[in-house]
């Protein structure tokens, strides 16, 4: 079973792999702030849009970190959701129309 850590790093090697596969330049990191919020995988384009993923068996703690990135960042993919939050938990849905909260399978569907 993979621990919290190697789910993390697991997930991150696979979205790093499928957004080098994409045509428009982006350049891939992550996101952390002093207080310890933190982000998984950030992929943020030229044109300053940023889309953020995180990955937490429990998506409710990785909700809240990424409406704090994106009050922090304040540009987070505008008009569109701003993160997505990828979970081991029973269900796919959809956070008050912004953050897309998928189970970790859907990278490979």
């Known amino acids: ?3 919290e850590f190697g ?8 979205l790093r792999a499928q957004a080098s596969w994409m045509e428009e ?18 992929i943020e384009f030229e044109d300053g849009r ?3 993923f995180g990955v937490k068996r429990e998506s ?13 960042a304040g540009r987070l993919a ?10 081991t938990g029973p269900r796919s849905y959809t956070y008050e129309d912004r953050i ?3 189970l970790i399978d859907r990278l490979w569907r």
């Open 100 to 102: 897309h909260v998928m």
């Open 7 to 14: 789910l993390g790093t697991f997930v991150v090697g696979e």
């Open 1 to 3: 079973m993979l621990t």
């Open 25 to 42: 330049p982006h350049t891939v990191g992550h996101w952390r702030t002093s207080d310890g919020d933190e982000v998984d995988f950030v």
């Open 50 to 52: 940023v889309i953020a």
């Open 60 to 72: 409710g703690s990785q909700v809240k970190t990424l409406l704090a990135c994106e009050s922090s």
């Open 78 to 87: 505008a008009g569109s959701s701003p993160g997505v939050a990828l979970s």
